[in-house]
C-alpha cells in the first residue's frame, strides 16, 4: 500500500522570502506525484504532477517540485513567497497501476508581511 | 458545463440515521473519488472507482458504501450515522491518465452527526 508524509504541518515564512515544502511517498510500484493548493474556504486546485520524464516540474504561480526517485521525495518550493500563497497544501500518490489518489495531511502556508 | 456536482451542502443527522451523498459530473471522467476531510487530518479516500460497476476501498471505507452503475454518478451511502462520521466530505473526478490528470472537486458536503 502507498503512503504520503507531509514532513511539516505548519511552514512560517516572511514574504519575499524562499519556501520548502517537504512531502515524501512511499509504494512499492511507480507512482504519480501531485501537488495540491486550498485557498481559505475554497476548494483544492492543482499546482502540479510530475507523471513521467523531467524530475523538475513546474507549476502555477511560479511555484516548483522536484521528484527524487531514490529518496521517494518530491518537495514542493517556490523562491519568493506573497501573502496571497497563504494557503493549505497537499501532497498526493496514485500508484500507476491503480486508480487509488492518496494525500498527505496538508501543510498549512503561513506567509507573514 | 456543471462540473462535479454534490448534494446536499449541509446536513445533520442524528446518530443512528442514514443518508445518501449524491454526486454527479458531466466531464465522462472514468476516475471518481469519495474524501472525508478533518482538520488536520488532511484528506482521506473513502472508496474510488475507476470506471462503471467498478469500485474499490480506499483508507477510511468502514461505515460507508458506494455504487457506480453510470459513468455520471457515484453515490456515497452511510449506514448508521455514528459521531466519528461527521466531517467534510468532497467528491472528485478525473480522467485518471495522462496529460489531462487533474482531479475536479465537488463544492463539498457538511456533515454533523449529533
Known amino acids: 500500500a502507498q503512503s504520503v508524509t507531509q514532513l511539516d504541518s505548519q511552514v512560517p515564512v516572511f514574504e519575499e522570502a524562499p519556501v520548502e515544502l517537504r512531502c515524501n511517498y512511499s509504494?512499492?510500484?511507480?507512482?504519480?506525484l501531485f501537488w495540491y493548493v486550498q485557498y481559505p474556504n475554497q476548494g483544492l486546485q492543482l499546482l502540479l504532477k510530475y507523471l513521467s520524464g523531467s524530475t523538475l516540474v513546474k507549476g502555477i504561480n511560479g511555484f516548483e517540485a522536484e521528484f527524487n526517485k531514490s529518496q521517494t521525495s518530491f518537495h514542493l518550493r517556490k523562491p519568493s513567497v506573497h501573502i496571497s500563497d497563504t494557503a493549505e497544501y497537499f501532497c498526493?500518490?496514485?500508484?500507476?497501476?491503480?486508480?487509488?489518489?492518496?494525500f498527505g495531511q496538508g501543510t498549512t502556508l503561513q506567509v507573514k508581511p | 458545463n456543471a462540473g462535479v456536482t454534490q448534494t446536499p451542502k449541509f446536513r445533520i443527522l442524528k446518530i443512528g440515521q442514514s443518508m445518501t451523498l449524491q454526486c454527479t459530473q458531466d466531464?465522462?471522467?472514468?476516475?471518481m473519488y469519495w474524501y472525508r476531510q478533518d482538520p488536520g487530518m488532511g484528506l482521506k479516500l473513502i472508496y474510488y472507482s475507476v470506471g462503471a460497476g467498478i469500485t474499490d476501498k480506499g483508507e477510511v471505507p468502514n461505515g460507508y458504501n458506494v455504487s457506480r452503475s453510470t459513468t455520471e454518478d457515484f453515490p456515497l451511502r452511510l449506514e448508521l450515522a455514528a459521531p466519528s462520521q461527521t466531517s467534510v466530505y468532497f467528491c472528485?473526478?478525473?480522467f485518471g491518465r495522462g496529460l489531462n490528470e487533474k482531479l475536479f472537486f465537488g463544492s463539498g458536503t457538511q456533515l454533523s452527526v449529533l
Open positions: 466531464m465522462n471522467h472514468n476516475y
Open positions: 509504494s512499492s510500484v511507480s507512482v504519480y
Open positions: 498526493a500518490v496514485r500508484p500507476q497501476n491503480t486508480g487509488k489518489l492518496i
Open positions: 472528485a473526478s478525473s
